[in-house]
């Protein structure tokens, strides 16, 4: 069964330096989507996006992240200068459908830890 | 943004039906409701969704109230391997999904 991948599985950096998560959608579909989850606390939406284009965007996507799809497989999701809040679980997810009626199919997820 | 409102815990029997309620009052027109669940050190996965009408699948049913200010997700017949986080979430047309603090079901043997 196609899955959505994401590496790595694990990142660790330093406050201030600049990270790239990766995520492989699965083939055929159209959307995708980035969440983070801190230790403990619930999965939290951060962007949408479509025909290469933010769909649409939370309050905690601010200007230093941002989401490229540089080629026909790869979706990623920059954090220009991470901060210790940054720590967390993010999580790739995509969709064939349209948005609002989609399932989404989530991936494994990247643990971020900001030291 | 429109919020959900989850019991923290709940705890069913192998084999029995287990309703797990979920208030979202601040909904709107066209807000979808999805379910997801999320079992330790993994992604959520999709269980239902739907928008006005009860709804069912292979996993699960899905009743909405009429005025959809609340929904409760059914699980027909628990089983130790549906011990999970169960998230309701609002799902707008942009695709901003709006997560519940989630229940945590225990399902005991």
């Known amino acids: 069964e196609p899955e959505v991948t994401q590496t790595p599985s694990h990142q660790v950096t330093q406050m201030g330096q600049e990270v790239i998560l990766r995520c492989v959608p699965i083939?055929?579909?159209?959307?995708f989507y980035w969440y983070r989850q801190i230790l403990g606390q619930k999965v939290e939406f951060l962007v949408s996006f479509y025909n290469n284009e933010i769909s649409e965007k939370s309050e905690i996507f601010d200007d230093q992240f941002s989401v490229e799809r540089p080629d026909g497989s790869n979706f990623t999701l920059k954090i220009r200068s991470t901060k210790l809040e940054d720590s967390a679980m993010y999580f790739c997810a995509s969709s064939l459908d349209r948005i609002g009626t989609d399932t989404q199919y989530f991936g494994p997820g990247t643990r971020l830890t900001v030291l | 943004d429109a919020k959900t409102t989850q019991p923290n815990s709940m705890e069913s029997n192998e084999e029995e039906p287990v309703h797990l309620p979920c208030n979202h009052s601040t909904i709107s027109g066209t807000d979808y409701i999805h379910w997801y669940r999320q079992l330790p050190s993994q992604g959520p996965e999709y269980v239902i969704h739907g928008l006005t009408s009860n709804v069912n699948n292979r996993m699960a049913s899905l009743a909405i109230a009429e005025d959809r200010k609340s929904s409760t997700l059914i699980l027909h017949r628990a089983t130790l391997r549906d011990a999970a986080v169960y998230y309701c979430i609002l799902r707008t047309l942009a695709g901003k999904s709006t997560f519940g603090d989630g229940t945590t079901l225990t399902v005991k043997p």
């Open positions: 083939s055929n579909h159209l959307y």
